[in-house]
């Protein structure tokens, strides 16, 4: 497969807008105040279009337009909401390679993870949605032979969902498909980073919705962000970033007493036993890969598996076979389809990741490979690009306690199992995590003993829908990915009816 | 002995947002995204709760009081902060970003000597900092 052309040039596949507006009622509609932010590409640095800078008022105008919209939209019979989330999807299919390279020129992924992941996942993810409202039903209860409790979905209404940089449409559609199954309408805040891939994906398949029941507003996360989630208009709001905003989220959700979901990342600990190098065989080349999951996308992934846990009796022997692989990852051109790790999000991202390497080396950690800046040359020079980097210490460092959000794994050793299930739960958090071992007893005890809400066995990485993914402990609240999303996105009407002609008796 | 402090970049922005935005504080904040990067809020929007810690006051402004989460100072306990800030896009509801600006925690170890200071001094203090204490 070949380089595909930057968007701009005359054959690229994808071109982007100079100036994106945010979507209001089905509309483009202008910031209010007339503001606008540049947005640059990873890629390279360069601004390449700008973008609403939005304020309270255009959050009002976008929350007026979703209540206009919610309550139609949540009477529309479940097929003709499932064909919408169908036809989206099907959309999408056929622009494929539009929406990746938007994706990959907005946040610096390589486009071949975009391809073969961001989003062909986002298109099923609307697809499974479309199904799991077809076959939800609602409950009925025979409470007597004249009494029946009817159980009903219904949806919340209006709901607020703020989304992250790092897969700006994946992301996004994981939060959109099962708020629009259930039959909400929605207001959307795509980050600041990454604002101009959904305008693409909106602009491929605005024909498809009812106005008002998308709605984007962009903008700043204290001048948009919040106006959005402390307004009393909304029912629910759904977060997924870190920890210090999440409580905040949950604070104005308090004052409004509406529910959230949460998704506030981890450091997610990746155990290699003993028995992972007893062949040299596809499994021990499956599980190197497994090490290797820590530079996908950038390490800019909730569950990157940033902290490797490798049993004494193998350490040196895998670590070896670990920086081998490593090194072999092919950093460059995000637009070239060989390119495995591309560019980190923004220039703030770069510099924090490069502190962090500065803290691990100064709290004694051996680098055993990358650890620096890597600058491409000719016209990336100017991208965010980070090695892929291996760090060696122990656990109680910051390298091994803190999402560094980079391309950076910490790796230490364990004696035997009591210790690997020791270390791996010592982490305030409780998101990812994978188990690697041959032996099928080992591997099932180690994933029910780590707190931890999604633990890859025998593989990692893999976000297919149907398979629920959310966080222990200080990771968040709430599950994605899984049909049991529309009842987030869903409250219980319960008729209780009494089918006799007689008076209780009681007056 | 202080375990955080402030660059003189970090503290003539913290000098602009308290002109635009009344007394600030500053959270480090966990986790993904914009994880591991602290958070300014105007003081008072963000409640602090009983077992954060506050690791300093910086000298900005009339002072910023900077905390962390109390289960998080257990992991950063042995660390020296200091608030810088650098050219960025975006960050969590912090105030800075707007402005074209990010907050960044620069960390360094704290020396022998430096941790037998703060040992000899005590926990630090948790719970809200007010400026009339």
């Given amino acids: ?507 | 002995m202080a375990r955080a402090a402030v660059t003189p970049a970090a503290a003539e922005l913290l000098v602009t947002l308290t002109a635009n935005h009344g007394p600030l504080l500053l959270h480090q904040s966990g986790g993904c995204c914009d994880g591991s990067s602290p958070m300014c809020y105007p003081r008072g929007e963000f409640l602090v709760g009983d077992r954060d810690v506050l690791l300093g006051v910086l000298d900005a402004a009339d002072g910023v009081p900077f905390y962390i989460g109390g289960q998080q100072y257990e992991y950063w306990a042995h660390t020296h902060l200091t608030i810088d800030v650098v050219p960025g896009r975006g960050g969590g509801f912090s105030l800075e970003t707007p402005e074209g600006f990010r907050f960044l925690t620069r960390s360094r170890l704290f020396t022998d000597e430096e941790s037998e200071a703060l040992e000899a001094a005590g926990p630090p203090p948790r719970g809200a900092w007010s400026p009339e204490a």
């Fill in chain 1, 1 to 507: 497969m070949p380089t595909f052309a930057q968007p701009g040039q005359s054959d690229a596949v994808v071109s982007f807008a100079s100036r994106y507006d945010n979507v209001i009622g089905g509309e483009y509609v202008a910031p209010t105040k007339g503001r606008y932010f540049e947005n640059p590409s990873p890629v390279t640095g360069k601004t390449f279009c700008e973008v609403a800078r939005s304020d309270a008022d255009d959050v009002e105008k976008a929350l007026d337009a979703a209540h206009a919209a919610a309550p139609a939209w949540g009477k529309t019979a479940p097929a003709e909401r499932a064909v919408i989330l169908n036809k989206i999807a099907d959309r999408m299919e056929a622009n494929l390679q539009v929406l990746a390279v938007a994706e990959t020129w907005d946040n610096g992924k390589p486009v071949r993870e975009s391809i073969a992941a961001d989003i062909p996942l986002a298109i099923d993810h609307f697809r499974y949605f479309a199904g799991c409202l077809r076959a939800q039903e609602g409950s009925l209860s025979q409470i007597d032979e004249d009494t029946v409790a009817y159980h009903f979905h219904e949806p919340l209404g209006v709901v607020a969902q703020i989304i992250p940089w790092n897969f700006p449409i994946l992301m996004a559609v994981w939060k959109l498909a099962p708020a629009l199954a259930a039959g909400n309408a929605v207001i959307l805040k795509p980050a600041e980073q990454t604002p101009a891939s959904i305008m693409v994906w909106y602009d491929l398949v605005k024909d498809l919705l009812p106005p008002g029941v998308v709605n984007i507003v962009h903008g700043f996360g204290t001048e948009a962000g919040k106006p959005l989630a402390s307004s009393n208009r909304i029912a629910k709001v759904a977060f997924t970033g870190e920890t210090t905003t999440g409580r905040l989220i949950m604070q104005y959700a308090s004052q409004n007493l509406i529910p959230v979901t949460l998704e506030l990342g981890g450091k997610s600990p990746n155990i290699f036993f003993e028995d992972v190098l007893a062949e040299h065989d596809d499994y021990q080349d499956k599980a190197l890969e497994g090490f290797t999951m820590f530079a996908l996308n950038q390490g800019e992934v909730c569950t990157c598996p940033s902290r490797g846990l490798v049993q004494q009796s193998i350490f040196d022997d895998f670590l070896e076979l670990a920086a081998i692989r490593t090194k072999a990852i092919r950093q460059g051109d995000p637009l070239d389809t060989e390119t495995m790790i591309g560019a980190q999000a923004s220039n703030d991202q770069l510099e924090k990741i490069l502190s962090y390497l500065d803290i691990g080396k100064a709290e004694g950690a051996r680098v055993v490979t990358g650890g620096e800046r890597a600058d491409l040359g000719g016209h990336l020079s100017g991208g965010y690009f980070v090695q892929p980097t291996i760090f060696q210490g122990t656990n109680n460092m910051r390298i091994f306690q803190e999402e560094i959000f980079g391309p950076v794994v910490s790796v230490t050793s364990f004696t035997d199992y009591d210790d690997a299930i020791k270390i791996a739960n010592d982490t305030l958090y409780g998101l990812g995590a994978g188990v690697w071992s041959r032996d099928g007893n080992t591997a099932y005890r180690a994933g029910r003993d780590i707190q931890a809400g999604r633990v890859w066995t025998n593989c990692y990485h893999l976000y297919p829908a149907h398979a629920a993914f959310g966080g222990y402990k200080q990771s968040g609240i709430g599950r994605e990915n899984h049909k049991m999303m529309l009842d987030h996105y869903q409250q219980t009407k319960n008729l209780l009816v009494s089918y006799s002609p007689k008076a209780m008796g009681f007056f």
